[in-house]
């Protein structure tokens, strides 16, 4: 299915993702989330992010670096706001 790209507004990347995630990963999930590619989503979600797009709400995607690190890229209803960082389990792990 075509989405229909948005604004991502302004993007903020936390210092963990920022650590482990290279330019390259961080900038395929941008693209790829812009352009309603929601990566690593099972199909609810997916269902939930194309309906989102028509209603306004906030757009949640999920994706793997090269590294195998999964990470989340998540934009606000609003739009004026997008923040990549780590999926929890990866912030888990490092502050053990």
């Not at 210092?15 to 290279?22: E, G, R, T, V, Y």
């Not at 999964?70 to 929890?88: G, K, M, P, Q």
């Amino acid at each position: 299915m075509a989405v229909q790209s948005f604004q991502l507004g302004r993007v903020v990347i936390t210092p963990n993702a920022l650590d482990q995630l290279s330019p390259a990963d961080i900038q395929r999930g941008l693209q790829r989330h812009q352009a309603g590619d929601w990566g690593e989503l099972d199909e609810h979600d997916r269902q939930e992010n194309d309906t989102a797009l028509r209603t306004g709400s906030r757009l949640l995607s999920a994706y793997r670096a090269a590294s195998g690190v999964i990470f989340w890229i998540i934009s606000e209803a609003d739009r004026s706001a997008t923040n990549v960082e780590l999926h929890i389990s990866c912030v888990m792990l490092s502050l053990q």
